[in-house]
Nanobody
Framework: QVQLVESGGGLVQPGGSLRLSCAAS????????MAWYRQAPGKERELVAS???????NYADSVKGRFTISRDSAKNTVYLQMNNLKPEDTAVYYC???????????????WGQGTLVTVSS
């Protein structure tokens, strides 16, 4: 079974920065896509950024130029560096990981518990 542990959320002023981390643990054959989603109050969950095993990245238009996703494959960890934060970035941020199971090589998908980011003065 694969578990995710997120950290790094908190309260920050507009224009500030935060770095989120998400570490995967457990038994798995491989990790493919690692991603961050967010859900603001009263809104649907949306993709913020994703990174493939080869390093290719994808960003939501609203965060391009401000957020950077990266991964440390040796540590099975994905990061989200968030700069120039805006009040509209306030949301619960969720880590999402896709990969293949160890025994069967079948696909799995797992979500983190979520970490709250609040951007306010």
């Amino acid at each position: 079974q694969v578990q995710l542990v997120e950290s790094g959320g908190g309260l920050v002023q507009p224009g500030g920065s935060l770095r989120l981390s998400c570490a995967a643990s457990g038994s798995f054959f491989s990790i493919n896509t690692m991603a961050w989603y967010r859900q603001a109050p009263g809104k649907e969950r949306e993709l913020v950024a994703s990174i493939l095993s080869g390093g290719s990245t994808n960003y939501a238009d609203s965060v391009k130029g401000r957020f950077t996703i990266s991964r440390d494959s040796a540590k099975n960890t994905v990061y989200l560096q968030m700069n120039n934060l805006k009040p509209e970035d306030t949301a619960v941020y969720y880590c999402n990981v896709n990969g293949r199971r160890l025994a069967t090589h079948r696909n799995f998908e797992v979500w983190g518990q979520g970490t709250l980011v609040t951007v306010s003065s």
